[in-house]
């Protein structure tokens, strides 16, 4: 263990319990004309609270330098993913919007996937987004968006313009945000009291069980459970009443909040709880197994990689995602050992990866000539990509993944 800081949610002491070095933005693809010498780093490190169990990177990232104009993610990009959302919407269509004028904002909307769902039905809405370039694609799309970072003071604009909120809902979006108690009195201006939070983030108890641990990079500060989104609520006049297992991105928890005394708690939420004491998830014991499992996937990982190369086979990285970041920055692998990264996503084509300086192509790269092997960085869509590569299985191709553990498929 290292020294101790200072949570940002309850101010106790927290255990630093894994340090993955100095790390890149992950989603700062750099033009290979970049002054490599000026690339921002950071160290890259998790602790566990204390007091409120909440585990949090030591290391907070300027906001302004990871959600910008240039912002290349895109929720849309996955049909699985266009699914997921849809059939959110409905739901929330059938219960929580059915008053008369019912009105919903969303946290970081991106480019307006779940909202446009909305849109389509006529519901009030609005998306605040602080990437611009997202935030133009959702607008083109006809959905309602302001372009800022959501706090107190955006809530009191909302209100003053729109009225409050009968939902409030935010998709791998709340973990990203170190200054919570802002954010929650903003819910908290904005929601009806009748009115409920909803949001989904990566589960920690998914990324411990998986050793997933690529799911830990700048952008995600936060890595919640039940009990420390419980703590989290109450000390924030809010109240956790339920809580739902997700199988999207590796592993998630949709929680739903909701002004303290409202709602009756559901039994999921004390049985999710009940399961996190009896896995010690939050014991620093468990979270430093997590930690030399992490060390046994990387000693394999390079190990197998090194390995192919010096055998002469080649290797493809596929998806240029920002958890990829944490791997090859962790593992050290660059072009010496993954001479390219493919990725469908155009902002981030004949660009460098993060920290590593991969260059990343488009998918013809990939299909014109196909390698040996195809490390997935984009394991979370493993189904969905291979179900749309079967050539290159076909073809003799081998997939690499590293959750939970270094095989070949």
């Known amino acids: 263990m290292s020294s101790k800081f200072q949570c940002r949610i309850c101010a106790a002491p927290v255990q630093e319990f894994f340090d993955f070095g100095r ?31 909440m585990v949090q990177l030591v290391e907070e990232v ?39 004028d019912p009105f919903l904002v969303e946290l970081g909307c991106n480019d307006g996937v779940m909202l446009k769902a909305i849109a389509d039905n006529g519901v009030r809405h609005l998306g605040v987004e602080p990437s611009g370039g997202v935030a133009d694609v959702a607008a083109a799309k006809g959905v309602r968006v302001r372009k800022s970072f959501f706090e107190e003071s955006t809530a009191q604009e909302i209100v003053a313009s729109d009225g409050r909120a009968d939902v409030i809902y935010a998709a791998n979006t709340l973990c990203h945000i170190p200054y919570m108690s802002s954010i929650l009195t903003g819910v908290r201006t904005l929601l009806k009291p009748s009115g409920v939070f909803v949001f989904e983030d990566p589960y920690l108890g998914d990324i ?32 956790l009443v339920d809580v739902e297992r997700l199988t999207v991105h590796g592993g998630e928890v949709r929680y739903t909040l909701a002004p303290a005394g409202q709602r009756e708690p559901s039994e999921a939420v004390a049985e999710l709880v009940a399961e996190e004491e009896r896995r010690k998830l939050a014991d620093p014991v468990t979270l430093r197994k997590f930690g030399e499992s992490v060390q046994k996937i990387r000693e394999d990982l390079t190990a197998l990689l090194k390995q192919l190369r010096d055998e002469g086979k080649t290797v493809a990285g596929y998806g240029a995602t920002a958890k990829s970041a944490t791997v090859t920055n962790l593992c050290g692998i660059g072009p010496d ?37 195809a490390l997935l960085f984009a394991w979370n ?29």
């Open 208 to 239: 411990v069980e998986r050793t997933s641990f690529d799911q830990i990079y700048d952008e995600h500060f936060y890595f919640f459970t039940a009990r420390s989104v419980q703590e989290m609520a109450r000390r924030n006049g809010l109240e």
């Open 337 to 373: 050992l993954v001479p390219f990264i493919c990725d469908t996503t155009p902002a981030k084509q004949g660009r460098l990866s993060p920290g590593t300086h991969i260059p990343v192509k488009a998918p013809e790269a990939f299909s014109t000539a196909y390698p040996d092997y």
């Open 23 to 53: 790390q890149p933005l992950s989603d700062a693809f750099l033009a290979p004309d970049t002054d490599l010498t000026k690339e921002f780093f950071f160290r890259l490190a998790v602790g566990v609270c204390e007091s409120c169990t």
């Open 62 to 100: 300027p906001r302004d330098r990871m959600f910008h104009e240039a912002y290349p993610y895109h929720s849309s990009g996955s049909a699985y993913m266009r699914e997921h959302f849809e059939n959110l919407a409905k739901r929330l269509l059938s219960t929580e919007l059915t008053a008369d």
């Open 381 to 409: 869509h493993a189904q969905e990509i291979m179900e749309k590569e079967r050539e290159f299985r076909d073809a003799g191709g081998k997939w690499i993944l590293y959750v939970p553990e270094v095989h070949v498929l």
